[in-house]
């Protein structure tokens, strides 16, 4: 089973990215992101475990709030407990819209990937 994102075909691949006003608002890195903000409850947990530094992902946290009408991630600075992160109700809906059309697309380009494949070096 291929992961989500990526086709059965192990070669080639699409990926689906929603790009607003030229800007790209939202993929499926940001889709992995916020996952591992739900999973690790912290942005620095979450970019740990993506092995990625702590300032890209807090740069992407704020272009995702930034690009949508409403926040996607509320962060919490530290306390005692530490600081933490949630996905808002916005959040979680773009997540959950965003793998659905992902899983879509992917289903639907199955169809055509052997043909490309066929013609691709």
């Known amino acids: 089973m291929a992961h989500q994102g990526e086709s059965r075909m192990a070669s ?10 030229g800007e790209r ?3 499926p890195g940001k ?3 916020l996952e591992h903000i739900v999973a690790e409850g912290s942005i620095s947990k979450a970019a740990k475990a993506m ?3 702590y300032s890209r992902a807090w740069q992407l946290v704020e272009a995702m709030n930034a690009a949508f009408r409403k926040p ?3 962060a919490s ?9 949630v996905l808002t109700r916005a959040g979680e809906e773009v997540l959950e819209m965003f793998r659905k059309m992902e899983k879509r ?3 639907d380009a199955d169809a055509y990937l052997a043909e490309f494949e066929k013609r691709l070096r």
């Open 77 to 85: 600075t530290g306390g005692r407990k530490g600081g933490g992160a």
């Open 51 to 53: 092995d990625m530094s």
């Open 12 to 21: 080639i691949r699409i990926a689906a990215r929603v790009i607003s006003k």
């Open 31 to 33: 889709a992995d992101l």
């Open 25 to 27: 608002a939202f993929g």
């Open 72 to 74: 996607l991630v509320e």
């Open 105 to 107: 697309l992917n289903e």
